[in-house]
């Protein structure tokens, strides 16, 4: 069973055969892609192909990230497995080194499990308010390397969805898969994207593009 399989995909910017880069937007829970995409407009980066998948109801996997992972299939393997064609997609188009990878909230999580789990030599990882998936001791024993991919972690302490401790975890994690991580924590801020983190993707973007 694949709930999120044959979602659409909407897009803005260049067409993606004419980019000079690429950016994946993938939307929180409760939120669609058409949402998400209103960050194109908010970089100000016309140049840049911007795809963005629907999942299923709207949610990617029912539960929170914290849940055992079994208890969010078939939903959370299904949202990956969108992940997997859409960047195979655009990487056919513009190289891996000028692709970048961004989620807010629940899209945050599942950007940054997809990443761990394939990782490469993207032009950028953006995770607004999430972590790697599972409970607290969960495994983190992914295979590869970012070779040195610019990696941005951004969150509010508190957060009322996502602990500053897994933001941390998730920072060292990909640290030592070779990433080049920032890591902004914003106290107070709530859960929502601010300018500072805004100015981080375009500063990721112009270095690519």
């Given at each position: ?8 995909v909407?897009?803005?910017?260049a067409?993606l055969?004419?980019?000079d880069?690429?950016m994946?937007l993938?939307?929180?829970r409760g939120a669609?892609?058409?949402s ?11 140049h ?5 998948p629907q999942?299923a ?12 992972i ?40 599942l ?7 394939h ?18 001791g969960?495994?983190?024993d ?30 060292g ?6 990433a080049?991580?920032t ?9 929502t994207?601010?300018?500072?983190e805004?100015a981080?993707?375009r ?6 593009a």
């Amino acid at each position: 069973m694949q709930p999120n399989a044959g979602q659409p995909v909407s897009t803005a910017g260049a067409r993606l055969d004419e980019a000079d880069a690429a950016m994946v937007l993938v939307h929180g829970r409760g939120a669609t892609a058409a949402s998400i995409l209103t960050l194109a407009d908010a970089l100000g980066r016309p140049h840049v192909a911007y795809l963005a998948p629907q999942a299923a109801g709207n949610t990617w996997y029912p539960y929170s990230f914290l849940a055992p992972i079994a208890d969010n299939e078939p939903g959370l393997s299904s949202a990956l497995a969108v992940l997997v064609g859409l960047v195979e997609e655009v990487t056919a188009e513009v190289s891996t080194s000028r692709t970048i990878l961004l989620g807010f909230s629940q899209g945050a999580c599942l950007t940054l499990e997809f990443a761990a789990r394939h990782p490469a030599g993207y032009g950028g990882v953006v995770g607004l308010t999430g972590g790697l998936i599972g409970p607290t001791g969960t495994p983190r024993d992914y295979s590869g390397s970012f070779g040195g991919a610019p990696v941005f972690l951004g969150a509010s302490d508190p957060d009322p969805h996502v602990p500053w401790e897994r933001v941390e975890e998730t920072a060292g994690v990909l640290r030592g898969m070779g990433a080049d991580v920032t890591l902004r924590r914003y106290p107070g801020m709530g859960h929502t994207v601010n300018d500072d983190e805004l100015a981080a993707v375009r500063r990721m973007v112009d270095a690519v593009a």
